[in-house]
């Protein structure tokens, strides 16, 4: 089947699972989702086929290698050169680099970069994309501060915010992905496809929202951005952005340690009970699914496979099962995955998500826990309409 027509019986068929969860079918504006639907066709095209797209995303993918490189002088001082001789990659190599990168995007916010950069591209999209400004905000917002620090941003309007938006925002949340950990994406799966996955997933978000979730633009909040800066000194801040990322990191190794663990338990259990493992079954679950968005039939079981296991457990789990099978897949069928693969898209996410809210606001995060699995589902569409879009270029 011709990629043109593949791709549109993906548009098809994601559009119609968001359709039959819409909170408002009379609300969804098709002029919008149309015009949605080119931009990131257009912004896929360019990010991954076009030479001066590909050049931008060598830059940007060079400008975190160096970041890495930086980071890495910190850990070698610490551990004393165990990463330059391959000890412990995981930790050393992928997620350390997350408290360097945390300091960045703390030093940034200090000077109020990050405000005036959210003001702008938030307002940019809010013409484009038929949302109001608090969902046009949030979308860049999650982007740059990360699914559970990116709400205390918005702290002084958290309780003013109705269930339907506070939807858009959780959503866009669980989605993206944070800014401070793409370089250990990078560290694991091609930095192009993380790089063009960062803007795919924020379209794509926006259209699947305009389904499930329409909201037109209409009183709204007002939007408090100095929240985004806090009365404090440079090296209060700098300290706190630096065991926030510290944080991060270890949270993300316990749940990489306690996954893996129990993905092996289970799948040694379904093996010796039914023979096969618990990731083979899922794998033939979401089989369709991955032929659906562009994946070419010999990648697709083993590529259906790792799409479950980010579902069910995480990211960094399901891109440490790629990196074992990488060199057994086509191209075209590794960048599909792959642009799947980055995003918070996952059932772990719900708990961090509403445990951020909670803690800001107990009545909200309650709210949020009660879209649960509604949230589930509509990031992983978010997640297969970006690798179908990426399906019709690559």
């Known amino acids: 089947m011709p990629s043109v027509l593949h791709f549109v019986l993906a548009l098809v068929v994601i559009f119609f699972m968001a359709f039959i969860f819409s909170n408002d079918r009379k609300k969804i504006r098709p002029r919008v ?23 931008i995303v060598t830059a940007v993918s060079g400008f975190f290698e160096n970041l890495l490189t930086y980071a890495a002088q910190g850990s070698d001082f610490v551990f004393g050169g165990m990463s330059k001789a391959g000890l412990a990659f995981i930790f050393l190599g992928v997620l ?33 994309n038929g949302m109001g400004k608090l969902e046009s905000f949030n979308a860049v917002s999650t982007l740059i501060l990360g699914q559970s620090e990116n709400f205390i941003a918005y702290k002084g309007v958290l309780a003013d915010i109705s269930p339907r938006r506070l939807y858009s925002m959780a959503a866009a949340a669980m989605s993206t992905v944070s800014l401070s950990i793409v370089g250990a994406y990078m560290t694991m799966i091609e930095p192009k496809y993380v790089v063009a996955a960062l803007i795919l997933n924020m379209f794509s978000t926006f259209i699947i ?51 893996i663990a129990i993905i092996a338990a289970v799948n040694a259990l379904f093996t010796a009970i039914f023979g096969i493992s618990f990731q083979q079954i899922l794998g033939y679950v979401f089989y369709p699914f991955a032929w659906l968005i562009g994946i070419p039939g010999p990648d697709a079981l083993k590529s259906a496979s790792i799409m479950a296991t980010k579902l069910v457990t995480n990211e960094f789990v399901a891109m440490i099962d790629l990196k074992k099978i ?14 799947f693969l980055v995003s918070f898209a996952n059932f772990a996410s719900i708990g961090i998500v509403a445990g951020a809210i909670k803690g800001l606001n107990e009545n909200q995060g309650n709210v949020v826990s009660r879209y649960a699995l509604k949230l589930v589902y509509g990031s992983t569409l978010v997640s297969l309409l970006s690798a179908a879009f990426a399906g019709l270029v690559l």
């Open 33 to 55: 989702i149309l015009q949605l639907v080119v931009i990131e066709a257009l912004l896929a095209w360019f990010f991954l086929h076009a030479s001066s797209g590909l050049a």
């Open 96 to 128: 350390c680099p997350i408290i360097f990168i945390s300091a960045l995007i703390g030093i940034m916010q200090h000077l109020r970069i990050l405000p005036l950069l959210i003001r702008i591209v938030g307002t940019l999209l809010s013409k484009v």
């Open 209 to 259: 929202l305009s389904i499930i979730n329409p909201t037109p633009p209409g009183d709204e909040p007002e939007i408090k951005l100095d929240k985004l800066h806090e009365d404090q000194s440079f090296f209060e801040m700098l300290g706190e952005y630096i065991l926030a990322g510290f944080k991060v990191a270890v949270i993300i190794m316990a749940m990489l340690i306690g996954f």
């Open 326 to 339: 990488a060199v057994e897949l086509s191209p075209r069928g590794l960048g599909i995955l792959s642009v």
